[in-house]
């Protein structure tokens, strides 16, 4: 799973339910949902197809329905404070989209129609989109879906304005390309953040005792990466254990340090190649 646009305009059922799994750390390609979904190009995909899929990711979408942009911000507002993502119909229900928060007024969304999916809009722009309008009899509704697990998170994301901006911003490309590898790489080696947590450190505080042993230890032994461009590398590692709260054991120190010198080094060998040694 990572952050990019639907390649077919009939794909946003799966994209939506895609990016609302993510934020409770359930990672599903949009292929795996469409197929569970039954979406199809001529029909898309229908509130009944996208609880079917969410019921395989042991998750149920609860629906909630206003008449007016008030009370259904207000519902949504609600949900999203329990930490439940919410699928909403948008476009007149011509489209999917998936609100993951509201900060400060604004409300941090993905819409997969979109070139950059990571969007912020405001309540007044939010609702404008959401607003159906019944041709027939000119019945007004907003209508949503409540993603909600049916067991306890381990992990969920939380994606404040300022970490939405930063995956949004274009030299973050890569990071929101690459999301799903990140995180699978690091929940092998950290562990979300739980109220019994203790004889932990968070992974900035792993980096600042030692990222610059790392980077000095892989640039030096496979020569070629630059300590910068190793550095960008853990600062998106960094980035991503923040969203999702990850923490590291005091006595897992240094099986966390093998880990990640090792992933950077085969980033370095992947990229850069390397002569056969001990031949």
Known sequence: MSFYPQPNKYQCGPFALKYALVMLGIFASEKSIAKRAGSTWWFGTDEIGLSRAAKYYDCRLKYFRRETGKDGVKALMQHLKKGYPCILSVDNWEHWLTVIN??????????????????????GQLARRWKYLDPDDDFISYDGYALIPNFKIKTRAKFTLAKASYVMHAKNKELAKHWDTYFNDLISICK??????????????????????????VAYWHGDPTH???????????????VYNLVI???????????????LMMYACGKYGMDEIYH
């Open 102 to 123: 509201w900060q400060q007024g604004k409300f941090i969304l993905i819409d997969s129609i979109k070139n950059r999916v990571i969007n912020i809009y405001s309540a």
């Open 192 to 217: 979300p953040r739980t109220a019994t947590s203790i004889h932990t450190i968070s992974f900035g505080e792993f980096l600042r005792r030692y990222e610059k042993m790392i980077i000095q230890e």
């Open 228 to 242: 910068s461009e190793l550095k960008k590398i853990i600062d998106k590692m960094e980035f991503i254990a923040n």
């Open 249 to 263: 054991y005091i006595d897992e120190h240094k099986k966390a340090l093998v880990d990640i010198t090792s992933l």
